[in-house]
């Protein structure tokens, strides 16, 4: 069925709205840069125009004629496509501009404190309605007017607290990518994120199905470049890799891929030093990420692998067992066996991000399967009784595979894992 998408839907624009000093042209910029979009701010561009100051064009014309300037440019640039649009604070306080804004793209508010917008505001010399003497009392009077209008028109809210630009960011993207999802990908039950707090290393869990079609949008803002190396096994290999690699791919992101033997007795140290030699000699840098595809074993060694090879590399785990989507890929620990002892040689090393796609749980053999059941009953009976009465009512649904019973399972025994690894990384 073809049917015709609203002009929001298909522009390819993004809008940033919110108060002065809310970090819009800076976010903006950046985001322009990730996404390969032009980057316009829209107080830029009237001043480009008319080839004065805002301050000046304030001086001469009043606000009023500020704004008069300022629809007249929105509705011009909210005709172009491909654009990341950082308006200016008072832009969305007409009902004409919100409903210009609203059709022009997706729109992101850049929510702050009054406190934080005063302090990053406070030595500014160029926004004219900011130049008083209680600059806090103009700030609160300004958010209490405006806030209504930017949540009028918000697809995204996303809080600029403490958080460094470089995690504002990735969250933005993150929200991006599921918002775009979520729009492509209709049929697709929704997707499920937790978040593994562990500050400045925190990573989102991501948890649904189809999630290996939607490794691009997902994965995209944790690559920091356009490479990766995937590594998996020669059973998870013709099952999935061309699925993952095609989807990257289609973003124009280079994969390469290094598939090892099936099995524990494989988890030692030869694989690793095969996993070396192939990036070695394939100069694979600093920046490119390692990703694992396939069970606990794979992600193991991929992980002591990434944290090793250049002294470290960013790490991505696609677990594709329903132990390691529960288990293993959560909490950092990565590491080999030695023919002393298994998993004696190792390393914490926390991935950028995680991806537990339900639907590679189809081909899972009944023993893995069961082995997998195993652990989430495990996290029932040692810390969460609600839980294991929730499994109690849904054993068959989750040994019969049910989809959205697997995802819950794995969300519950995720977040316990997470509560355990947030309390003590090292445990
Ligand atoms: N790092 C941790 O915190 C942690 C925690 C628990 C276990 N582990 C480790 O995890 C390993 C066990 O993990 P596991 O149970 O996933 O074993 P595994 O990785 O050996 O996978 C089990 C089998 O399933 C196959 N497989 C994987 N995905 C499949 C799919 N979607 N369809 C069909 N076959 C598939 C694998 O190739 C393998 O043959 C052990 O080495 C253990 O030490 C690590």
Redesign the pocket.
């Known amino acids: 069925m073809i049917t015709d998408l609203p002009f929001k839907q298909t522009s390819g624009n993004i809008v940033l709205v919110g108060m002065p000093g809310s970090g819009k042209t800076t976010v903006g910029r950046l985001l322009a840069k990730k996404l390969q979009k032009t980057f316009i701010d829209s107080d830029e561009e009237i001043q480009h125009r008319t080839g004065v100051t805002i301050p000046h064009i304030f001086d001469v014309e009043g606000e009023a004629g500020f704004r008069q300037r300022e629809s007249a440019a929105l509705e011009e640039l909210a005709q172009r496509r491909n654009i990341v649009l950082a308006t200016g604070g008072g832009a969305p306080l007409s009902p004409a501009n919100r409903a210009v804004l609203k059709q022009c793209g997706v729109v992101v508010y850049l929510k702050s404190s009054v406190h934080d917008l005063w302090h990053r505001t406070r030595h500014d010399h160029n926004r004219p309605l900011l130049q008083t003497a209680d600059l806090h009392a103009k700030l609160q009077s300004l958010y209490e007017q405006r806030d209504p209008c930017y949540l009028e028109i918000a697809d995204i809210v996303m809080h600029t607290g403490k958080q460094s630009v470089h995690m504002l960011l990735v969250r933005l993207l993150e929200r991006l990518a599921a918002l775009q999802g979520s729009q492509e990908n209709q049929e697709a039950s929704e997707m499920q994120t937790l978040t593994v707090g562990l500050a400045e290393r925190s990573y989102p869990i991501h948890i649904g199905s189809s999630l290996l079609q939607r490794t691009a949008e997902l994965l995209l803002p944790h690559l920091p470049g356009k490479r990766t190396v995937i590594v998996t ?4 290999a013709p ?2 890799l061309d699925r993952l690699r095609s989807n990257l791919e289609r973003q124009g992101v280079r994969c390469s891929s290094i598939v090892l033997a ?3 007795q494989y ?1 030692n140290a030869d694989s690793i030093n095969a996993i070396y030699n192939e990036l070695l000699s394939s100069r694979s840098e600093r920046g490119t990420p390692l990703i694992a595809l ?7 060694m991929t ?1 002591f692998a990434a944290a090793t090879y250049l002294r470290g590399v960013p790490f991505i785990q696609i ?6 989507q529960v ?5 950092g ?3 080999i ?1 030695h023919p002393l002892g ?2 004696m040689i190792g390393a914490f090393y926390q991935p950028r991000v995680v991806l537990a796609d339900t639907d ?6 009944d023993k ?1 399967l069961s ?2 059941l195993a ?1 989430v009953i495990k996290y029932g009976l040692i810390r969460d009784v609600s839980f294991l009465e929730w499994l109690e009512a849904n054993m068959d649904k989750l040994r019969q595979r049910d989809k959205a019973a697997l995802q819950q399972a794995i969300l519950r025994s995720c977040q316990n894992k997470a509560e355990v690894v947030a309390a003590d990384e090292r445990e």
């Open positions: 096994n020669t059973t998870v099952l999935y099936d099995g524990e988890k396939g069970g606990g074993v794979i992600g193991d992980g677990p594709t067992t329903l132990l390691a288990d293993s890929s959560v909490g620990k990565t590491g066996n298994k998993n590679t749980l189809d081909t899972l053999p893995e082995a997998g652990e």
